[in-house]
């Protein structure tokens, strides 16, 4: 293949990096996890790098936040010196206190937003377990937003990157009806939580095709990569809706808008990112446009020393490493 003025190919990766943090809210030291997820970003040597669950850390003088914990884990590595995107706090006191979305480039970054709620306004439901009862319908907010950037490729090319970290399948928060953090009062409270917590997952990925969509209205070739933690493996509802599959959607014009899962190129056995029960499953996702699917070369997920994210943490205090493994992909501009 012949690549204009010597272009070469680009990485692009997405990690999970499992609420990094400083004690004393860090499950392990700092220096520890360091010396775990160091090497694991290193060795993707990635062009443009995703990062979820980047916590941040207040500042000396107590006002705002940064990210103390991300930068001493760069230090040394190429992605010190990155152009750099974070989710920023809705109080105005820096990043934001827990699981920020922090996109980092080789590549300049021209522009750099979150939407959280601005496209997709907020359903309104009334929980019928909660205790006391609500009086009314309240809003169903996202848990985070989504972050996008255009990065400027060169050679006229911009490429759109979508950063996101869709809601857990985990019950969402019911008034009075849980015993403690772990334990429910009753199953309809839990059943309801859980209702809740699809209703979150389901709005963030709708809010996420609405970008889509809005975006290929302006320009039907966009190139477009999501990418992200979207607990979810690609045949359920988050993915099915960020992808907009024609199978789906019945329609064949609806072809060019569609997202292919780029990991769908590795083997069955390597396509997983995390451990759960005993069980792989892909959850964080390399989602790419028609249009940039011609760029598409190989796909890998570092998941050779992956631990169960439900057994090891009940075998090893402590743990260091992410439960998530880390997937690249290496784009090439054609000829």
């Known amino acids: 293949m012949t690549i204009p003025n010597g272009a070469a190919p680009f990485r692009i990766a997405t990690f999970n990096m499992e609420s990094l943090d400083e004690p004393p809210r860090a499950r392990a030291s700092l220096d520890s996890r360091i010396k775990a997820l160091r090497p694991q970003l290193v060795r993707l040597r990635a062009d443009i790098l995703c990062l979820q669950e980047v916590n941040g850390q207040l500042q000396e003088d107590a006002t705002k936040r940064s990210l103390h914990a991300l930068d001493a884990v760069l230090k040394g590595t190429q992605y010190e010196d990155y152009h750099r995107a974070v989710t920023q706090s809705p109080s105005g006191r820096g990043v934001r206190d827990r699981h920020n979305l922090v996109t980092l480039s080789r590549f300049p970054i021209i522009d750099a937003q979150e939407v ?3 496209l997709v306004e907020p359903p309104l439901f009334r929980c019928t377990t909660s205790d006391p009862p609500q009086n009314g319908p309240m809003p169903v907010h996202w848990d985070r937003p989504f972050l996008y950037v255009d990065v400027d490729l ?4 911009k490429l759109v990157v979508v950063n996101v970290h869709l809601r857990a399948p985990r019950a969402a928060f019911v008034a009075g009806q849980k015993h403690d953090r772990h334990s429910w ?5 839990w059943a309801e939580g859980y209702f809740l917590a699809t209703i979150k997952a389901a709005g963030q990925a709708l809010e996420v095709r609405t970008f889509l969509d809005r975006l290929f209205d302006l320009d039907p070739e966009a190139l477009v990569c999501v990418v992200g933690d979207f607990n979810s493996d690609d045949d359920q509802a988050p993915v099915r809706i960020i992808k907009g599959d024609e199978e789906d959607t019945g329609s064949g014009e609806f072809a060019p808008r569609m997202l292919i899962a780029a990991e769908r190129s590795l083997p069955l056995s390597q396509r997983f990112s995390v451990i759960h029960r005993g069980r792989g499953h892909m959850v964080d996702h390399i989602l790419v446009s028609a ?4 760029w598409l070369g190989h796909v890998e997920c570092h998941n050779e020393a992956l631990h169960d994210e439900v057994n090891s943490p009940a075998a090893v205090a402590g743990a260091p490493e992410s439960y998530h493994a880390p997937v690249l992909a290496e784009l090439q501009m054609p000829a």
């Open 185 to 189: 009062k009753t199953m309809s409270g």
């Open 291 to 294: 249009q940039l699917l011609g």
């Open 116 to 118: 959280w709620n601005h």
């Open 154 to 157: 060169g050679e006229g090319q």
